[in-house]
């Protein structure tokens, strides 16, 4: 191996900070650097001046200017114009061209990795973007405060590598520096009340003092965020918290100060009982203390909401066990794994990326993404997904999907979506929340002007605590919070449960719904047919007769036609060659086996032939009321037997069909089978409704049907066929293991196509809703009682006004509440 760099490659390194780096004029041809000024070949192409080394290269580039304008760089991919790119190498007799010494770095230790042909890895994702959790239609692509709430933007995606929050870790330290600056101003303030004369001790005019320079810092720097989000809800014209906040806060400290520098300016109705103008610095300061708390705890708590995301993030390996062509294995880094690549898989690993099995067998945990405990066992041919967990045996696979492409990638894309979707009950919350702060602030002026004229003295005193405590108490937050945090929360259990909800009113309408249909074939039932009985008639042993209907039907790609020639197999008889196959559009096949004719269809193909099936017809139509699909069979002209087929029910659809029932649900089975064979299995499991021989228009018309009827309604389904109807019905639910343009079509997704998952999404649902009202209930009856509290309602009785440190407590309190509330759904039993 030999490789030589060209000198402009390392005139990235005589560059102090800032300096512009060094022009590079190359030739486009050979790579070679040129001197414009020693007056060689130069050529006009594109509106820029290339020069050349020799005419020669001058006439290469003229015969084909689009081969040489620009080259890949083949470590990552980007294209870079060859007539000024700064690195370049030569490497067996080629050159290559890239972006930056990073790039010819990677190659330079590492040059066959990058000239083996392969394509590429993909480029890295762009840059996150952040949004807030209670307005989502805010999008952002650096951090920040809501223009609209003030609250802290988070990213859109959670990263499994994400560190710590950096305004938690602001806001921890503002509320420690906070606390201890608050203490000694309680101590001062708040210790004759306790039998602690520390304002005696003291003196009142330096205690007065004292408690300006304790709580200057609180107010003044610790509160800063509170201020400047305060400020922007201002501008913005979009009152929230932190306005009442901020007004509240800024409220008492200036009247405190202005107290303490000058107090021969206040009237007689502001001095206390002993001559001295109160002042508010302890609260001020212990508000602003109390505020970070409920930020702190909000902030941790929002963290766990993303836990569900960062745990699908965290199922997925960071490497991969790479087999070269040559049979030598190399752990690379997932990013750099593209389809293709052969990868092996040890017991225990997990599995990197979706793809499918070559070589191998093993059970593989896919529990992370289906929600099934049960390993699945895996041989050549069957498909894996990246994130499972493989058990006990060793696998080769070839990479298929990878990066964005991979189901786990999809379904933490769903999840996020999903989590920053906004249900309708939320309406309700925007609504109140709009006019909340106006009405707030309007109470504490109308409250302050009240005690002001009519309270006792000292009225003035009474009116601003009145006043403060109402503009604190108020938190608009909870109210903001209660929808989107049980979303947040619901769709993250969701998608560990494998139901991944398209968006929060999907969620909120399956809550609400009256009616469930559901497909039979794939939804119901395995999907996958197999042979059930063989009938012969006199003469003809059941070997031979399943014999030439399994070689009849190898010419097939009919499902049931698989299902005959599989079950023969098992069954240990031969299947022969047909010649002259001929299928029959809706009745059935024929040819010639082993020499003789041999026709397999239904009733109608018979009657066309002739035959009378008169002594096996009672038979046919007992196999069909079992739910099987019988097929007669005819050998040289003659009547021959039957052969019976049946898709069996899957083991869960009984349990799942009881518990739909016992959620409120009723069940219609629609489907295109025949109606003998629907009613059959539809007794067996205790299905409400059939409706059989359906067309994929058929189940839209019956959706609308239900719908015109005032039912909500939701459809199941797993095929292409059933996804007009997911479409139209109120929440459309598809089976995972179906079609992508029925999942398309659907609200929920179901990652294993199971009915078990049906009765799983609609617990997540029914809790969910009924986790939203009950914050809703908390947000709205803590503001319907604490206001009117702050602003005094109760003085009559209890002869006191509500503190305003304590209606700081109470407003952080109502936010962490209904954050801890909607927490809960964590845990909820699926």
């Given at each position: 191996m030999k490789h030589t760099e060209d000198h402009a490659g390392h005139t990235h390194h005589g560059h102090g900070h800032g300096a512009a780096p060094e022009t590079v004029v190359r030739d486009a041809v050979c790579g070679m650097t040129v001197d414009p000024a020693a007056g060689k070949p130069s050529l006009e192409h594109g509106?820029?001046?290339?020069?050349?080394?020799?005419?020669?290269?001058?006439?290469?580039?003229?015969?084909?200017?689009?081969?040489?304008?620009?080259?890949?760089?083949?470590?990552?991919?980007?294209?870079?114009?060859?007539?000024?790119?700064?690195?370049?190498?030569?490497?067996?007799?080629?050159?290559?061209?890239?972006?930056?010494?990073?790039?010819?770095?990677?190659?330079?230790?590492?040059?066959?990795?990058?000239?083996?042909?392969?394509?590429?890895?993909?480029?890295?994702?762009k840059g996150s973007q952040y949004t807030c959790p209670m307005h989502p239609e805010i999008v952002s692509d650096k951090p920040g405060s809501c223009p609209i709430c003030g609250m802290a933007l988070e990213p859109i995606m959670p990263s499994a590598d994400d560190g710590p929050n950096p305004e938690l870790v602001d806001f921890t330290r503002r509320f420690w520096i906070s606390a201890v600056l608050s203490i000694p101003l309680l101590i001062i303030t708040m210790g004759p009340m306790v039998g602690l004369p520390t304002r005696d001790w003291i003196g009142e005019p330096l205690a007065s003092w004292l408690e300006l320079i304790l709580a200057t810092p609180v107010v003044l720097w610790a509160a800063l965020p509170f201020f400047h989000r305060g400020l922007d809800s201002f501008r913005n014209r979009s009152p929230n918290m932190w306005t009442l906040i901020s007004l509240g806060v800024g409220a008492a400290y200036l009247y405190s100060v202005v107290a303490t520098l000058f107090p021969d300016l206040f009237p007689h109705q502001f001095r206390g009982h002993g001559g001295s103008v109160p002042v508010y610095f302890e609260a001020a300061s212990v508000i602003v203390a109390l505020v970070f708390l409920g930020q702190v705890l909000e902030l941790r708590a929002r963290e766990r909401t993303g836990s569900a995301i960062r745990a699908l993030l965290d199922l997925a390996p960071k490497t991969a066990r790479r087999i070269a062509a040559d049979g030598s294995e190399t752990e690379v880094p997932?990013?750099?794994?593209?389809?293709?690549?052969?990868?092996?898989?040890?017991?225990?690993?997990?599995?990197?990326v979706d793809g499918i099995v070559l070589e191998g067998r093993s059970s593989v945990d896919e529990s992370m993404i289906t929600g099934e405990p049960v390993p699945v066992e895996k041989v050549e041919g069957e498909r894996v997904t990246g994130g499972t967990l493989n058990k006990n045996g060793s696998l080769i696979m070839r990479a298929d999907k990878v990066g964005a492409d991979t189901v786990l990638s999809q379904i933490v894309d769903m999840v996020a979506k999903a989590q920053r979707s906004r249900a309708p009950i939320q309406g309700l919350a925007d609504r109140i929340s709009f006019?909340?702060?106006?009405?707030?602030?309007?109470?504490?002026?109308?409250?302050?002007?009240?005690?002001?004229?009519?309270g006792p003295e000292p009225s003035?005193?009474?009116?601003?605590?009145?006043?403060?405590?109402?503009?604190?108490?108020?938190?608009?937050?909870?109210?903001?919070?209660?929808?989107?945090?049980?979303?947040?929360?619901?769709?993250?259990?969701?998608?560990?449960?494998?139901?991944?909800?398209?968006?929060?009113?999907?969620?909120?309408?399956?809550?609400?719904?009256?009616t469930l249909i559901v497909d039979k074939t794939g939804t119901l039932t395995e999907?996958?047919?197999?042979?059930?009985?063989?009938?012969?008639?006199?003469?003809?042993?059941?070997?031979?007769?399943?014999?030439?209907?399994?070689?009849?039907?190898?010419?097939?790609?009919?499902?049931?036609?698989?299902?005959?020639?599989?079950?023969?197999?098992?069954?240990g008889v031969t299947v022969p060659d047909a010649q002259d196959f001929e299928s029959i559009t809706g009745k059935g096949v024929s040819g010639t086996v082993s020499g003789r004719k041999v026709?397999?269809?239904?009733?109608?193909?018979?009657?066309?032939?002739?035959?009378?099936?008169?002594?096996?017809?009672?038979?046919?139509?007992?196999?069909?009321?079992?739910?099987?699909?019988?097929?007669?069979?005819?050998?040289?002209?003659?009547?021959?037997?039957?052969?019976?087929?049946?898709?069996?029910?899957?083991?869960?659809?009984?349990?799942?069909?009881?518990?739909?029932?016992?959620?409120?649900?009723?069940?219609?089975?629609?489907?295109?089978?025949?109606a003998r064979t629907a009613k059959a299995v539809a007794e067996k499991l205790g299905i409400d409704e059939v409706r059989a021989d359906m067309l994929p228009e058929s189940k839209k018309a019956l959706v609308d049907e239900l719908r015109a009827k005032g039912q909500g309604v939701a459809m199941?389904?797993?095929?292409?066929?059933?996804?007009?109807?997911?479409?139209?019905?109120?929440?459309g639910i598809a089976m995972g293991t179906g079609a992508d343009v029925a999942m398309e079509s659907a609200g929920i997704t179901l990652v294993k196509g199971d009915l078990g998952g049906i009765v799983r999404a609609r617990k997540l649902a029914r809790g969910t809703i009924r986790n939203i009202k009950e914050n809703l209930f908390f947000a709205f009856i803590y503001n319907v009682l604490g206001v009117p509290v702050a602003a005094g309602v109760l003085f009559p009785v209890l002869g006191t006004l509500l503190s305003p440190m304590i209606a700081a407590a109470a407003m952080s309190l109502s936010s962490v509440s209904v954050i801890a509330n909607a927490l809960r759904l964590r845990a909820i039993k699926l």
């Open positions: 509106g820029r001046l290339f020069h050349f080394c020799s005419a020669s290269c001058r006439g290469k580039f003229q015969a084909a200017p689009d081969k040489y304008v620009s080259a890949k760089d083949p470590v990552c991919g980007m294209d870079v114009a060859r007539n000024s790119a700064r690195h370049f190498l030569k490497h067996e007799g080629s050159g290559y061209y890239f972006c930056s010494s990073s790039c010819a770095g990677k190659f330079t230790v590492e040059p066959a990795k990058y000239t083996s042909g392969r394509p590429a890895a993909a480029p890295a994702p997932l990013e750099e794994v593209v389809s293709g690549d052969r990868l092996r898989i040890r017991p225990g690993d997990g599995v990197p006019y909340f702060v106006p009405a707030v602030v309007a109470i504490a002026i109308i409250a302050f002007i009240v005690w002001a004229l009519i003035m005193v009474f009116a601003i605590v009145s006043a403060v405590s109402v503009l604190i108490i108020a938190c608009p937050c909870a109210l903001g919070l209660a929808t989107p945090m049980s979303v947040m929360t619901a769709t993250g259990r969701g998608a560990q449960a494998g139901v991944l909800i398209k968006d929060a009113e999907a969620l909120e309408r399956f809550a609400k719904v009256d999907g996958r047919p197999q042979l059930t009985d063989v009938v012969a008639a006199d003469g003809i042993s059941g070997d031979g007769l399943l014999s030439l209907a399994a070689g009849l039907e190898k010419g097939s790609e009919h499902p049931l036609a698989e299902a005959i020639v599989d079950g023969a197999s098992k069954r026709a397999l269809g239904n009733a109608a193909m018979m009657a066309d032939l002739g035959l009378e099936f008169a002594g096996l017809a009672s038979r046919a139509d007992t196999l069909r009321a079992e739910g099987k699909t019988a097929m007669f069979v005819a050998i040289d002209g003659r009547p021959a037997g039957i052969v019976a087929v049946a898709d069996p029910v899957k083991a869960s659809a009984a349990a799942a069909i009881r518990e739909l029932h016992d959620l409120g649900l009723r069940i219609i089975m629609a489907t295109g089978d025949n199941a389904g797993d095929g292409v066929n059933d996804a007009p109807a997911l479409a139209a019905a109120d929440v």
